[in-house]
């Protein structure tokens, strides 16, 4: 797993791409990456420097109709169970890499609750 935080003005697919850029080579096993459409701009660049296949969940839906897409609510979950650590809602030091070390101990905290 991996975490990283990355500035508001960054775009979903440079964020994207700088995160799997830095894990993909620690991680050589990894043959496929799941993603929403905010990340469509991952497929050939993602695809042709680390040979993985990057496949895109999206489902048309109607207007007012919701319907979760499977496996990526399980994201979603995760982003509001992360939503409950108080420390996560604040910047106090402004710095990506205090952000970053914030969010991994809230994952920690969070997978310590489960056993």
Known sequence: MGAAVFGARWHDVGAGRALLDELLPVHPRVSDVLADRGFRGLQ???????LVNVEIKHRDRLPGEFKPIRPLWRVEDAFAELGRWRRLAWSFEAATASATAWVQVACVGWMLTML
């Open 44 to 50: 050939g660049p993602v695809a042709r420097d680390h």
